[in-house]
């Protein structure tokens, strides 16, 4: 759910014949506070009154000028340019004013905020403005003393019991992007959300503070900022997460003295000895890391370094922070091919397992080396050769199953939208199962919540400490995983048989449809509502349900859930984020206690073929 705030002046639209969206536009530079942004625009005025370079910078300043940037339970993300909707500072001091404003509503006396930024293009710069205008505005405002994972401010919110947080990020984007997370906890929010991020109402209330700030006189440029006030941390907050994530291996750990971790460079991992004698014992790990040139990269490092792990080759190219990504077309672990040079290094050294962080490391993603895999066709590749991301419902069932083990009571959460496998873990070890809506701001709100997933990456493996998703304190409940099973002569793929022994073969699948008219993504749903499928890969459809009807007490959301007589199951639901629906597709196939990873080598080609079948199920069914 978002809420669209209205700008100070009127917006416009392509009917109009230029002329309002020009008046609009120079208004606008007027109360800029940005020169580099007031001369992109002046500019974009400029092309406007060249004939042959008219028509083209019109639709660019109505694109500009059609509504500010939507204020929801995301924040705000956008593109970084000069306008009302676009990332900017204008829009950016708009947004925290608004969010000062709230917060001064709710609670007495000052309030406390923590602000964090990552590494992107400006995001320093919008850090420091939210920090001067929510001081000007009476709040006590802590500041992250460097570009740091989305986590670390996470975490700070409720270490320090800050009432706000803003967390300046676009995380898995693309360069050009940005964007701006908001938690609320402390004095606001005090139930098993508090930490989170913001849920209706709060985001309508800080929308609404925001709409009064917008239509007032001079927009940004009238809003208060201080020159000074705030207090910028130290690097301790960095090393109390680490501490607490360092926890994770044994809740009685005191963390080591500070050191640097011992990343093993690319070259000398290639040419280490990776047998040893044969009374030597299994070697270590040996993990290889990726950033994806986001904040987490050294973070990382240290977290595995601090946790023992003594073997790790980090991707150099994208180790450090570079807000150009130069080395991907999409900084996202989900996206192909931006793991390529990871598994490439990988099966360069020997890895026992690779493990990635998105750009702001609060999603984390796994790769495994299982030869049944290798094709051998074509070119030669790590992926020919066997090496293979798992899918976040994998590492999700990985990681619930293992604390499940661990734990004797609590909540295990997954979205509506992940495999069931988590609710049949759940039950197989007397744990309470909850599902949320899609979204880590509604997992994380579970009430008692021991673990919490979503299929795209996200993992909440200490809600105690940050009550978000945590790439971090993920990877290492990976690595310990597969330390483990290591010494024991096994690998992550022996657990995912083990757990599929247990609790019958759960096999995903996506289906994303980008849509350059965004009118048809409501008609595509409506069309599915009124004519479901009356089978899924010829099972009968024996369950039909509408979410925006709102189901099983989850608050109404646009999406449909088709269910077979066989337990295949599909939901389709528009994006939350992009112009695209997304079809979740899942087949379920009993597995005997006693199959051996042949029987489910075979189980899971036949489930996958069935996969691909609904593939083009759905393509139809929608018209895509």
Request: overall charge negative; aromatic content about 4%.
């Amino acid at each position: 759910m978002s809420t669209s705030v209205p700008v100070h002046r009127t917006s416009t639209t392509a009917d109009d014949d230029g002329d309002a969206v020009l008046r609009y536009a120079a208004a606008w530079i007027a109360d800029d506070v940005d020169d580099g942004d007031r001369v992109e625009l002046r500019n974009l005025l400029a092309k406007a009154s060249v004939p042959h370079l008219r028509d083209l910078a019109l639709a660019e300043l109505r694109d500009r000028f059609s509504g500010l940037l939507e204020f929801g339970t995301a924040g705000l993300r956008g593109a970084m340019a000069a306008g009302p909707h676009r990332m900017n500072r204008a829009v950016v001091i708009t947004a925290a004013a608004g969010l000062g404003a709230y917060l001064t509503s709710e609670i007495t006396g000052a309030p406390r905020v923590v602000v964090g930024y990552d590494a992107r293009h400006r995001s320093e710069v919008f850090a420091r403005d939210t920090a001067a205008v929510l001081t000007a505005a009476g709040a006590e405002v802590s500041l992250l003393p460097a570009p740091l994972p989305t986590p670390v401010l996470a975490f700070a919110v409720r270490h320090l019991d800050a009432d706000a947080g803003v967390m300046v990020t676009a995380s898995h984007n693309p360069a050009a992007d940005n964007g701006y997370k908001v938690y609320l906890g402390g004095r606001v929010v005090t139930d098993s959300g508090q930490g989170a991020q913001i849920v209706p109402p709060y985001d309508a209330r800080i929308a609404a503070e925001i709409a009064r700030v917008a239509t007032a006189s001079g927009g940004a440029s009238a809003v208060p900022r201080a020159e000074s006030g705030w207090t910028v941390l130290g690097e301790d907050i960095h090393e109390e997460y680490l501490r607490r994530v360092a926890l994770l291996r044994d809740p009685g750990l005191h963390l080591r003295d500070v050191h640097a971790p011992r990343l093993m460079p690319t070259a000398q991992a290639r040419t280490a000895v990776a047998i040893p004698d044969e009374f030597a014992g299994p070697p270590p790990l040996r993990i290889v890391t990726t950033s994806l040139h986001g904040v987490g990269g050294r973070t990382l490092g240290r977290v595995l370094a601090d946790a023992g792990f003594t073997d790790v080759v980090p991707v150099e190219e994208q180790l450090d922070p570079n807000p150009d990504f130069p080395t991907v077309r999409f900084p996202n672990p989900e996206e192909r091919g931006a793991l390529d040079l990871a598994l490439s290094i990988a099966s360069d050294v020997h890895a026992d397992v690779v493990i990635a962080n998105d750009p702001d490391a609060d999603r984390c993603a796994v790769a495994v080396y299982d030869p049944d895999w290798g094709t051998y066709q074509g070119a030669e590749t790590a992926a020919s050769h066997g090496w293979h991301m798992l899918t976040g419902d994998q590492v999700g069932a990985l990681l619930g199953w293992d604390i499940a083990q661990h734990t004797t009571s609590g909540t295990l959460a997954s979205s509506v939208v992940s495999s069931r496998v988590l609710q049949r873990i759940a039950a197989l070890h007397g744990l309470r199962h909850a599902t949320t809506l899609t979204g880590f701001k509604w997992i994380s709100r579970t009430p008692d919540l021991v673990f919490g997933y979503e299929e795209a990456l996200g993992y909440c493996v200490d809600p105690e400490a940050v009550r978000d998703k945590d790439g971090l304190s993920a990877a290492l409940r990976v690595a310990l995983l597969a330390e483990r099973l290591k010494e024991s002569g096994r690998t992550l793929r022996d657990a995912l048989d083990d757990i599929a022994r247990a609790c019958g073969l759960y096999a995903t699948g996506q289906l994303a449809a980008r849509f350059d008219d965004l009118a048809r993504i409501p008609e595509a749903m409506s069309r599915l509502r009124a004519a479901p499928p009356a089978t899924l890969d010829g099972a009968p459809v024996v369950k039909v349900v509408d979410l925006a009807e709102g189901v099983d007490g989850l608050p109404p959301t646009d999406g449909v859930v088709l269910t077979a007589d066989d337990d295949t199951r599909v939901i389709v639901r528009p994006s939350g984020t992009e112009p695209k629906v997304k079809c979740y597709l899942e087949v379920v196939r009993p597995v005997g206690e006693d199959a051996t990873a042949e029987d489910l080598g075979r189980a899971r080609v036949v489930a996958q073929e069935r996969l691909e079948r609904l593939k083009k199920e759905l393509a139809k069914a929608l018209g895509l």
